[in-house]
């Protein structure tokens, strides 16, 4: 059994829960970050003479804005890169890893996850605010942009068979339970005996591959018919 084979996909239930949990402790975070940077903003910006006009205000406004994101990006890539999972992930037994080879992802591929799953709803939102002039009714349409962002890419991963949504297709990843994730590189395989010096060596045997076998028949290609993102994928033909 390969590695991807051994994967199972997390719940989309499972993933609700713990996604509720890492919004709790994101806006924790991002709550502690704002009241760093406001008494910072407040003590050096508008000490300042002349400072506390429209630009300024709006200026620092965006600057806030621009950290409270980052870190919101800091708590959940630079926890995915280092241990795999969220607080969220970790107290739900998931964690995110190549759909191929169940191995840790790398940052480049946790930071494309991360972006695909927040810039779509965050731009959803901007574009929905700016086509309202009312303020309550801004607040709506950046509501109802959001809700409908977040909707289409938990359906995408609903209508996958190995439940990767649109940002672990991007990024290469799955969401897989922890129990199911290979502790780690398996063993290399043990050399063949060597033959007697008066008797040519025997040539090894080709490896059984099992079922798999009939769908591929090298090892580049042996990934499994349901590691496939498709429901129904067709047999390779073979020259």
């Not at 309550?136 to 439940?163: E, H, T, Y």
């Not at 649109?166 to 969401?175: K, M, P, Y």
């Not at 063993?187 to 007697?196: C, E, I, N, R, Y």
């Amino acid at each position: 059994m390969t590695a991807c084979e051994s994967l199972v996909p997390a719940g989309l239930g499972r993933r609700l829960a713990a996604r509720l949990i890492d919004v709790v402790a994101a806006a924790a975070a991002m709550f502690a970050v704002s009241i760093v940077l406001g008494v910072l903003a407040v003590l050096i910006w508008f000490g300042s003479p002349g400072s506390g006009s429209s630009v300024d205000t709006a200026l620092l406004g965006f600057v806030l804005t621009a950290a409270v994101l980052a870190a919101h990006a800091a708590y959940e890539v630079i926890l995915t890169v280092r241990h795999g999972a969220t607080v969220g992930k970790a107290m739900a037994g998931m964690a995110v890893v190549n759909h191929q080879s169940g191995a840790q992802p790398g940052t480049g591929q946790i930071l494309a996850r991360h972006l695909m799953l927040h810039v779509p709803p965050t731009v959803g939102c901007a574009v929905a605010v700016s086509m309202f002039e009312p303020a309550d009714m801004r607040a709506w349409a950046a509501i109802a942009a959001g809700a409908a962002s977040w909707a289409l890419i938990g359906a995408s991963a609903a209508w996958n068979p190995r439940r990767r949504g649109w940002h672990d297709r991007l990024a290469g990843t799955v969401v897989a339970t922890a129990d199911s994730v290979p502790a780690g590189p398996p063993p290399p395989p043990k050399p063949p005996p060597s033959a007697p010096a008066s008797q040519p060596a025997a040539q090894p045997e080709p490896e059984s591959w099992g079922l798999v076998s009939d769908y591929y028949t090298t090892p580049t290609d042996r990934t499994g018919a349901h590691c496939s993102d498709r429901k129904n994928p067709k047999r390779d033909q073979r020259s």
